[in-house]
């Protein structure tokens, strides 16, 4: 399958690797070359890593699966693909734009995978030729470790779109869980209030960050804490999806922690800056 990956961050990188993985040809279109140039080298990383992550598998080489791989600034390079996962930035504008672009470019039968935090799939699909083949696919992170993601049926998202969806998430083998399309969905939801409230407790300093991961970890089982994933997304990210949040429910328990914003402001955006919650 010819699969397209508009976005080469960190998501977008994950994908274009699972996807190589599985066999497909990719296409990973980004505006800025840099961007480009360093998802290429991660993904050869962890490509060639993979096997000490992932001993259960059978994998292929680097050698095998890079050559899978195309890595363009055209958007042109869209138009014959059977399949595109759009990963970039949480912000309505850009979204928009990239969905009007891709509208013009790809044929009426190519289906198109929303990878969102928050934004609704119905209202991104109202911009497109055939609203049926738009779908919500909220993957995790890092995304080659996860096996499931959150699937998001959009008002007029079809039957065959989700069993085509399947299929595909099928060849990377990974399952979905189908949710219904409100800002959010499930897992963010319910995520971003707890990191937004653990920066809360760090705020009014009844914590500091290592105790209250450690309570999350130590206490409920969890692999990460609150804020240690805060860092892993990206803080920026993290604030942008809240705003989302609280501007689709008018909702004050989604209204950012003053702390929160104040780090963004100043370019603490977690792991991808080098400093977060945490230094790295």
């Not at 599985?22 to 990383?45: F, M, N, P, R, T």
């Not at 206490?219 to 604030?239: Q, Y």
């Amino acid at each position: 399958m010819k699969v397209g990956v508009l976005g080469a961050g960190v998501m977008g990188s994950g994908v274009a690797q699972s996807a190589a993985q599985a066999g497909h040809e990719v296409i990973v279109v980004d505006l800025h070359e840099e961007v480009l140039a360093k998802s290429k080298a991660s993904i050869y990383q962890n490509v060639r890593f993979a096997g000490f992550y992932q001993k259960d598998k059978q994998l292929e080489s680097v050698d095998v699966v890079m050559p899978r791989l195309t890595f363009t600034t055209d958007y042109a390079a869209l138009a014959d693909a059977e399949i595109i996962v759009e990963n970039v930035p949480e912000v309505w504008e850009i979204k928009r734009d990239a969905y009007v672009k891709m509208n013009e470019i790809c044929g009426e039968d190519t289906v198109f995978l929303v990878n969102t935090s928050c934004i609704s799939i119905t209202k991104i699909g109202s911009l497109m030729k055939r609203p049926d083949k738009v779908i919500g696919v909220h993957f995790m992170n890092p995304v080659p470790m996860k096996p499931t993601v959150e699937s998001i049926k959009g008002w007029h998202t079809s039957e065959e779109t989700i069993q085509f969806t399947n299929d595909f998430l099928g060849s990377m083998d990974k399952k979905a869980i189908m949710v219904n399309d409100l800002p959010g969905f499930v897992s963010n939801r319910l995520s971003h209030l707890l990191m937004n409230e653990a920066a809360y407790v760090v705020q009014d300093q009844v914590a500091d960050p290592k105790s209250v991961d450690d309570i999350f970890k130590e206490c409920f089982g969890h692999k990460m804490g609150p804020l240690e994933t805060a860092d892993l997304i990206g803080l920026d990210t993290v604030v942008q999806s809240l705003d989302i949040l609280y501007e689709s429910y008018q909702d004050p328990k989604f209204r950012v922690c003053p702390l929160l914003r104040k780090m963004v402001e100043a370019g603490l955006h977690g792991r991808k800056s080098g400093q977060g919650f945490y230094s790295y």
